[in-house]
């Protein structure tokens, strides 16, 4: 007998001939050839296929339904980023496709990543769902099922099923849940995997869960669910069908099972990102000023908004910075990208920033110590920046850039135009020269500072953007007429307001800054010989001054502690000493000399001759300071000129 072809395994044919089919085989040993048994007869249907035929496709039919809908309702999960959108994606993709209610508990306080869980082990219900009814008799209509689920709270929304007693509901006694070490939720909570609601460990955790006087109504199916992440247990579903519909199968609970792991991981991730946007929020809002200064001869406005949910952290910052002489230094700038760590990036260059501005250095040197710092805090630290410093005093202004959008100034009349500053290169290029420009402050204009959010976005370019801003601030000083200057606050939201739905893929500063300056009769300025007559001198031009601004009740205090600095001065000054006087709303005392050591105050003692000068100006004037030029110190002081 010719052998017939076998599989690779070498151990049964892949094929029989015809004849061999019917006859009878022989043994290798010789034995009488055993009959093959007779094929069963299959009865076929009477109109159609055989019966089995058609439970086997029905069953291939429902397992194909379950891998399909699994497929569906975890990528539905997936979609979710925050926490109640994950829920909500679980509630929407069981009701009404998988079950007719559900109930989801997490735990109450959820804990992140690697943190230990807080004691006791608190459910709270955070999301209840059941099947819309159609009709108030009760009714489940096909639309109904059909048109998906409602999401309702916990104070509105019940399990109640139409074929039972209205009154008989699942919605927990309270939001609350308590598990009981040791009990019998405890135990099914642990074992991680779905069991069904009829089982004796569902039976004895469900009143647990949901109070004790409530459990599944009679009749309906349900499966209890551990909702388990990467660590530990942080929840619990309550998959809800009511009579009329089949009762769970076995590969039911596998669904389960996936619907859960998805949802679990997901809550994981939400929570972890949560976190850590809350943190870099939190940790660009801090290293932002709390509150402008209010220096003399300007007013400011200022506005910070996040990114949108595509780009929550971001580096923008601004900031107002009062300098010597009543000056004050405007910047903003903008770390490149949407990290931790570009806020990171942007409190140590806007603290960089702020140290560079107490030496009062130029603009353009403040960006090139900028730059530096930059380089050394990596090569890939890159930002940009608009420093500028306003002189109230002079009605001038100095810029410099590194590679930030250029400032619009709204003059008193109504006419915006985009300010011509040398673009420069960003922060962190290295080898490049920052150049400054000293440009008019007219008394009345207004000088907008911002980052590259409020201009560009996908929709439009830069360029465009500053057009646009261009345009509303014009638009929007016609409204207050030509004498008048549009209010401040109103400004900044008016501006705000030209950002369009699609406009949000950046987080954005916004510095606005009012001109009002210093007429130059409100302003006294002397210089004075290093010289024992010095004092004299000087109190002698005060009272002239605050008699021609009829500030004579003053006279006493003012010549008093211009006498006590004047002689701080003379006493290690080589070249001319400054003295100037200004007055708005306080009467201010500057005075200058080429000494860079700074007075420290001291308390005297009996013996000693001296070393109460700052002590009597730290009692009698408002505000006192000092500060280090790069020619110098300044010592301040400021006196209220009304009572």
Not at 112 to 123: I, Q, S, T
Not at 328 to 347: E, F, K, P, R
Not at 602 to 610: H, I, M, P, V
Request: aromatic share 4%.
């Amino acid at each position: 007998m010719t052998e017939q072809p076998t599989s690779h395994e070498g151990r049964q044919p892949l094929a029989a001939r015809p004849q061999e089919r019917t006859r009878p085989r022989a043994d290798s040993a010789g034995s009488p050839a055993v009959p093959a048994p007779a094929a069963p007869s299959v009865v076929p249907a009477p109109n159609g296929p055989p019966a089995d035929m058609q439970d086997l496709a029905a069953t291939a039919r429902r397992e194909g339904d379950r891998l399909r809908f699994t497929g569906a309702a975890t990528r539905r999960i997936a979609r979710g980023i925050d926490l109640d959108e994950i829920v909500l994606g679980l509630c929407r993709a069981t009701v009404p496709t998988f079950s007719d209610a559900i109930l989801v508990f997490l735990r109450d306080p959820l804990p992140v990543g690697d943190e230990r869980p807080v004691a006791p082990f608190v459910l709270r219900l955070r999301r209840t769902d059941r099947l819309r009814l159609a009709e108030d008799s009760g009714d489940f209509s096909t639309s109904a099922l059909l048109a998906g689920v409602t999401g309702a709270s916990l104070s509105t929304s019940s399990l109640t099923s139409p074929s039972v007693d209205p009154h008989t509901d699942l919605t927990p006694a309270s939001e609350l849940c308590e598990v009981r070490p040791g009990g019998a939720l405890s135990e099914v909570l642990r074992g991680v995997r779905p069991v069904f609601g009829d089982s004796a460990a569902a039976r004895a955790a469900l009143p647990e869960l949901l109070g004790a006087d409530r459990t599944v109504p009679n009749g309906h199916r349900a499966i209890l669910a551990p909702l388990r992440g990467r660590r530990r247990v942080i929840g619990a579903a309550v998959f809800v069908r009511r009579p009329d519909r089949p009762a769970f199968e076995p590969n039911d609970l596998l669904v389960a099972a996936q619907l859960a792991t998805h949802t679990a991981l997901g809550i994981d991730k939400a929570v972890l990102y949560g976190r850590e946007a809350y943190i870099a929020d939190e940790l660009q809002r801090t290293m932002l000023p709390d509150s402008l200064p209010q220096p003399t001869g300007v007013r400011l406005a200022s506005r910070y908004l996040p990114a949108a949910e595509t780009a929550r952290v971001g580096g923008d910052w601004y900031d107002a910075i009062p300098l010597p002489g009543s000056r004050v230094a405007l910047v903003v700038g903008d770390v490149m990208g949407h990290s931790m760590t570009s806020a990171a990036i942007m409190g140590q260059l806007r603290t960089t920033a702020q140290t560079l501005a107490g030496l009062d250095l130029p603009p353009q040197e403040v960006l090139h110590h900028l730059d530096e710092q930059a380089q050394r805090l990596g090569t890939d630290r890159m930002a940009t920046c608009m420093y500028a410093v306003y002189d109230p005093v002079s009605h001038r202004i100095t810029i410099a850039n590194a590679g930030h959008p250029p400032p619009v100034l709204l003059h008193l009349g109504g006419r915006a135009e985009v300010l011509r500053v040398p673009p420069g290169a960003p922060i962190g290029v290295g080898g490049v020269d920052f150049e400054a420009v000293e440009l008019d402050a007219p008394a009345g204009a207004t000088l907008l500072l911002y980052t590259d959010g409020l201009v560009e976005s996908r929709l439009r370019d830069v360029w465009t953007g500053i057009e646009q801003l261009r345009e509303r601030l014009a638009a929007t000083a016609q409204l207050t007429g030509p004498d008048h200057s549009p209010p401040l606050e109103a400004l900044c939201d008016d501006v705000l307001d030209m950002l369009g739905p699609g406009d949000r893929d950046d987080d954005i500063a916004l510095l606005a800054a009012r001109f009002d300056g210093i007429a130059p009769s409100d302003v006294a300025y002397w210089f004075l010989e290093p010289e024992d007559a010095a004092p004299g001198r000087a109190r002698r031009l005060a009272r002239r001054a605050l008699s021609r601004w009829g500030l004579e009740e003053l006279s006493d205090a003012v010549e008093l502690l211009v006498s006590e600095v004047v002689t701080n001065a003379v006493r290690y000054a080589e070249r001319p000493v400054t003295l100037r006087l200004l007055r708005t709303d306080v009467l201010r005392c500057e005075v200058g000399d080429d000494s860079p050591q700074l007075p420290r105050q001291r308390r005297a003692r009996d013996t000693d001759e001296g070393g109460r000068g700052l002590f009597l100006v730290n009692r009698l004037a408002r505000r006192w300071g000092a500060t280090r030029l790069s020619s110098g110190k300044v010592v301040w002081f400021e006196l209220p000129t009304r009572a």
